[in-house]
């Protein structure tokens, strides 16, 4: 588990692209002791260690624990350094997002707040004191206060615009948001009472490829899965996406329409039936070659 390795520096518009670019030409950029990342990059020293922690944490480089600390590109980074480097496209948030969302190692917090976290408005308080719980019963110790509430600051920072959160505070040249707020997943329920909720995405913004992409690599080599799993189950689309039911049907039609899955729904057998041979990465290259066609 890891609590509040983003130094309170949520992901800023560039970062991401900003930090493949700078690994792509230095995999020692983190590590090298003659030539400080702080002045390649143009960012502080907290901010450099924020960096490299969410390249990690969204599934875009990997660093060992030992020998060489090279950070290198995943496969899933290769793709996107090819087809979107500059992280501009939406199903590359998605992707993203999921990584993040799923990461019950490297972004506990995230993993907690998408798959465990059942409260669908709340506030600070609420969110802390459950997953202090978790990490208790979970991990059998606990974590200070102070960083647990850092990192629900930093979930709502990830999701919406500061604009939102704390408009008093906010001055237009500090007016820097996260790229993920575009997908719509938290909302303020009552600003006053700093109430938030969760959101399922507006309608068409999560892409079916993308969608398949996550169903694939969660179903493991299974052709059946029961639509409840899908909507149910940790990590799969629609814990990490926020969909409801009604939202998860749609986007199986969506892919339904696209004949990679079947959908059976009668006698109360609601399941599908993944028809393709492709795999994760092979749907995320997929979507974005249907991006050059239209």
């Known amino acids: 588990m890891k609590f509040r390795a983003h130094e309170s520096f949520f992901i800023r518009k560039n970062w991401l692209h900003k930090g493949l670019r700078n690994v792509d030409a230095k995999p020692n950029l983190f590590s090298d002791k003659t030539e400080r990342a702080m002045d390649v990059l143009g960012i502080g020293s907290s901010m450099v260690k924020a960096l490299r922690y969410w390249l990690i944490a969204v599934g875009l480089t990997t660093e ?21 480097r500059y992280i501009e496209e939406t199903g590359t948030l998605w992707l993203l997002h999921y990584n993040l969302a799923s990461n019950d190692d490297k972004a506990t917090a995230w993993y907690y707040f998408f798959n465990q976290f059942n409260l669908h408005e709340f506030n600070k308080d609420d969110y802390v004191q459950a997953l202090g719980k978790y990490v208790q019963m979970k991990f059998e110790t606990t974590v200070a206060t102070s960083s647990l509430e850092g990192d629900f600051d930093c979930i709502l920072s990830t999701y ?21 707020g575009d997908l719509g997943l938290i909302d303020v329920a009552n600003a006053k009472e700093r109430i938030y909720r969760k959101k399922s995405p507006a309608k068409n913004t999560l892409d079916p ?18 639509i409840a799993h899908l909507l149910n189950s940790e990590k799969n689309i629609g814990k990490t996406f926020n969909l409801d039911m009604a939202n998860l049907v749609d986007i199986l039609y969506q892919i339904a329409r696209l004949e990679h899955i079947s959908i059976t729904r009668t006698a109360g057998l609601d399941v599908i039936h993944i028809n393709t041979e492709m795999s994760f990465l092979e749907c995320v290259t997929a979507y974005y070659e249907s991006l050059a066609i239209t």
């Open 160 to 180: 919406l615009s500061r604009k939102k959160t704390n408009p008093a505070h906010i001055h237009p040249e500090n007016n820097i948001d996260c790229p993920f």
């Open 64 to 84: 060992p624990n030992h020998g060489a600390r090279e950070h290198r590109f995943t496969d899933l980074a290769n793709i996107i350094w090819k087809y979107d």
């Open 209 to 226: 490829m993308i969608a398949l992409a996550v169903i694939i690599k969660q179903a493991d080599g299974a052709k059946e899965i029961n």
